[in-house]
Nanobody, 121 residues
Framework: QVQLVESGGGLVQPGGSLRLSCTADPGSISVFSGMSWYRQDPGKQPMLVATITSVGDPTYGSSVKGRFTISLDNAKNTLYLQMNNLKPEDTAVYLC??????????????WGQGTQVTVSS
């Protein structure tokens, strides 16, 4: 049994920064082969922001590359998304996803409830 919980969203001015966190509670992020941040604009489908493997190798969507950093801290059981130089178009609900692979079962997706990020002057 694993549940993902996001935190750290809020209101920030353009050019500002936020750090989002995603914690497995209950459970541990160590069960995931990869974790991702998605964001969902109002009325639209979730879009991939960044992905990281269990050994810490990241990839980013083109719209956030160079501004956002995804990272894992296994000791703190937490996935992070550091967001710098925020733009109004970054406004969205940010969702954490874990991908779990189990031999004999295949892959399972786990999603958090989301945290709101609003970038506005």
């Amino acid at each position: 049994q694993v549940q993902l919980v996001e935190s750290g969203g809020g209101l920030v001015q353009p050019g500002g920064s936020l750090r989002l966190s995603c914690t497995a509670d209950p459970g541990s992020i160590s069960v995931f082969s990869g974790m991702s941040w998605y964001r969902q604009d109002p009325g639209k489908q979730p879009m991939l922001v960044a992905t990281i493997t269990s050994v810490g190798d990241p990839t980013y969507g083109s719209s956030v590359k160079g501004r956002f950093t995804i990272s894992l801290d296994n000791a703190k059981n937490t996935l992070y998304l550091q967001m710098n130089n925020l733009k109004p178009e970054d406004t969205a609900v940010y969702l954490c996803k874990g991908l779990r692979w189990t031999q004999g079962w295949g892959s399972q997706e786990y999603w958090g409830q989301g945290t709101q990020v609003t970038v506005s002057s």
